[in-house]
């Protein structure tokens, strides 16, 4: 069960003496596993992963703690060329991010040589003020040679004094290792949330997330970014949670495509996203989802903030 802000209060204890604490933002171009890598940090599902490159949208933070640090990792969309509305707020709040937390993962896609994206990101983090560490992930997808791989990104940092770690997200190797070297990298401070809390985020909006989760693996590339969910009403009882959501489309023809063949898709959304918020709230859930469309919604400043997409100082 995810502890999220909304479901309980908490208090704030005193932290012990050498307790280290702090803000990482993990930056990285579209699908590098920065997601998978923050659920597996915090041991727990709490930002949505798709084979779809861009699935982020929203700055997410999830919380590590343990008995000597607290870590809040800062989720951000991936850096990359913007061709709307809604992509220009994306990046814009993911570059916001560097200049806004304590320290930086720099995660890449060790897998494959760096590109054109990864130097671009390099190069901007170069210029910011705020210390870096390079994270190489998919380790275990890399071929037995790889220091041909490996030295691509390692010609990044040919002029700075960034660290290197090497993990996989998937599996978890070197997982442990990553979150001690953060640790070390971070300063003595206060607990800044709740030892038992793992987001900032409240259910409301996890739960919006875990649907539009569904909607790109169960579409895939028919309906790549063109979905926005609001959460329209939440109805709690003792025995049962009853969710009331609406999936935004900006097209008749994607209203077609997610209600499906007698409904067959919309259903499949609904079974899949369901069963995770039961894991969320610890509880039966009853889910009811309803299609709209919202032409070019993506293009429009005043949709965008109605679909919770703000610019983030």
Do not use: C
Not at 183 to 193: C, H, K
């Amino acid at each position: 069960m995810i502890n999220a802000m909304n479901k309980a209060q908490f208090t704030i204890p005193i932290a012990p003496k050498n307790f280290k604490s702090g803000f990482v933002g993990i930056i990285g171009r579209p699908n590098v596993g920065k997601s998978t890598l923050m659920n597996k940090l915090i041991g727990q599902k709490i930002a949505i992963t798709s084979p779809v490159a861009q699935t982020t949208r929203n700055r997410l933070q999830g919380i590590l703690t343990t008995p000597t640090f607290q870590i809040i990792f800062v989720d951000t969309p991936g850096i990359h060329k913007p061709h709307h509305e809604l992509g220009k707020v994306l990046v814009k709040n993911a570059k916001a991010a560097i200049n806004s937390v304590d320290l930086v993962l720099f995660v890449v896609d060790s897998s494959t040589p760096a590109g054109g994206g990864d130097l671009f990101i390099g190069e901007l983090l170069q210029h910011s003020k705020t210390s870096v560490i390079l994270g190489l992930n998919k380790i275990d997808l890399q071929p037995k040679n790889h220091q041909v791989l490996d030295d691509s990104y390692l010609q990044l940092i040919d002029t700075t004094n960034w660290s290197v770690v090497k993990f996989s997200a998937t599996t978890g190797e070197g997982t442990e290792t990553l979150q001690n070297i953060l640790a070390e990298n971070l300063e003595t401070g206060p607990y800044y949330y709740p030892p038992d809390l793992v987001t900032d985020q409240p259910e409301r909006f996890i739960m919006a997330e875990l649907i539009r989760e569904q909607i790109l693996l169960q579409t895939r590339q028919e309906i790549p970014h063109s979905v926005a969910i609001t959460i329209e009403k939440i109805e709690e009882t003792p025995k049962i949670t009853k969710v009331f959501a609406a999936i935004n489309v900006e097209r008749n023809s994607q209203k077609g495509i997610i209600i499906g063949n007698k409904g067959s898709m919309l259903k499949q959304i609904g079974s899949e996203a369901r069963q995770q918020i039961q894991k969320l709230i610890a509880g039966k859930v009853y889910l009811e989802l309803f299609v709209k469309v919202e032409p070019k919604w993506r293009q429009s400043r005043l949709r965008l903030a109605e679909f919770g997409y703000r610019v983030e100082e």
